[in-house]
């Protein structure tokens, strides 16, 4: 097998992983709206979100002992090894949801089953995304790095496109009674066996250049050491997720309920808004990826940080009093297709701040703590604020975290010159 082939499958194996790992995730917060009811007692719509959207921060909380635990484990061990790991732990986490007892039959064991669940997934999530960012980004060549790192995102959202797919198929052939009784379960059930078959696809990948180049003496990485040596990166890296998951997360998963809660449309309209917005956004991965190995990375981070300011009140703004499907839909695409200059080349701008010898956890270990605290807690607290009848308030909060990662882009390096991950 030439080198190039050999480069190509290693990229489409690790993407393809990488799909389930977030078909996993996302499928979590597609069906909150169904389960919420199974194990949370009756009462109000808002305050059974508002505590699976506990749970699913609970995930993120997760995150950062992953990253760290799973950051090093790749350093040390290997980007596949790290890969194969994190899907195993999806697989575990999905079957435990799709066997789940309801609150009806467990009480209060239900909802900490779905806690432990979501704890498994937060370890995996935690450690996909360093070792995905790294191995990508190491896999690719020199010229095309945004174009191929870009997949990262591309497989992310076509994990949640499929997870969508999957409700929107259950909403056609299962009724409302059936979904929240017991369809739910169905796509963590496909979500365990589809992991399960990933994981042994992981095992079979080829190394990177960059990991079998490093001396064993070199794989000494530690969370000691990232910030005794990149104190400076670790912030920067922190502060540009913080911005970036926040409006991903606003504008993605929790926007399908906002479009119910506050636009007022039923479920299944909204996730038809929801699926076709992600298409447009997910093609729109390597365009973006390709403008930034012509152009360069900071021009795009900065084009995401200055219109996501400009454009996040209004809107959501005129979202919340939108009134048909088609106008719904070309104000998501809006933020969506902004936001896709952030990241199709996120990952690539962390990976190549770092050297090889501590790549892994230096993505994944402040990408998760940016995470954790902004992107986990989008739902809770924009749910938070809505219970409390100043929901435009949390449309501000989305526009000041961007902008405090925009001021981050400010004072990052143009990677693109400065990138550490020499090896085509």
């Not at 435990?96 to 704890?119: F, K």
């Not at 990933?198 to 969370?223: G, N």
């Amino acid at each position: 097998m030439s080198i190039d082939a050999k480069r190509l499958k290693s990229i489409v194996g690790g993407s393809a992983g990488n799909l389930v790992e977030w078909y996993d995730w996302y499928a979590y917060a597609a069906l909150a709206i169904y389960f919420a009811p199974v194990f949370f007692p009756k009462g109000d719509p808002t305050a059974q979100l508002l505590s699976t959207a506990a749970i699913f921060a609970v995930g993120f909380l997760m995150r950062p002992i992953g990253a760290w635990i799973m950051g090093i484990y790749g350093d040390r061990h290997g980007r596949k090894a790290g890969l194969a790991v994190s899907v195993g732990l999806m697989c575990a986490g999905s079957l435990l949801i799709a066997v789940a007892p309801t609150y009806a039959t467990a009480g209060t064991l239900a909802p900490a089953i779905l806690v432990i669940a979501r704890m498994l997934q937060g370890l995996s999530v935690g450690g996909e995304y360093g070792a995905s960012a790294t191995y990508l980004s190491e896999m690719a060549t020199r010229e095309r790095r945004g174009f191929w790192s870009s997949f990262q995102y591309v497989t992310l959202i076509a994990g949640q496109l499929v997870a969508l797919g999957v409700v929107l198929i259950l909403q056609i052939f299962l009724s409302e009674a059936q979904l929240e009784a017991w369809g739910w379960r169905i796509p963590f059930a496909i979500g365990a066996v589809l992991a399960l078959g990933v994981y042994i696809l992981r095992r079979k990948l080829a190394e990177t250049a960059s990991f079998e180049a490093m001396k064993p003496d070199r794989r000494q990485s530690s969370a000691t050491n990232l910030w005794r040596d990149h104190p400076r990166e670790f912030v920067l890296v922190a502060a540009i997720t913080a911005g970036g998951s926040l409006a991903f997360y606003a504008y993605t998963t929790y926007l399908q309920k906002f479009l119910v809660n506050t636009s007022g449309f039923d479920r299944q309209t909204a996730t038809v808004v929801m699926t076709a917005a992600l298409v447009v956004f997910m093609l729109a991965q390597p365009v973006w990826g390709h403008i930034a190995d012509r152009f360069g990375r900071k021009p795009s981070l900065l084009f995401f940080g200055i219109g996501g300011m400009i454009i996040s009140v209004p809107v959501f703004s005129a979202l919340a009093v939108v009134k048909t499907p088609i106008a719904a839909f070309g104000l998501v695409l809006i933020p969506l297709l902004i936001l896709a200059a952030y990241t199709s080349i996120s990952a690539l701008v962390k990976a190549e701040l770092f050297p090889a010898h501590i790549r892994t956890l230096g993505v994944a270990l402040p990408y998760a703590v940016g995470n954790t605290l902004f992107g986990g807690t989008a739902e809770y607290v924009a749910l938070w604020f809505k219970g409390a009848g100043v929901e435009s308030a949390f449309y501000w909060y989305v526009t000041i975290i961007i902008g405090v990662a925009t001021a981050a882009f400010l004072m990052l390096p143009e990677t693109k010159r400065t990138s550490l991950i020499y090896e085509d």
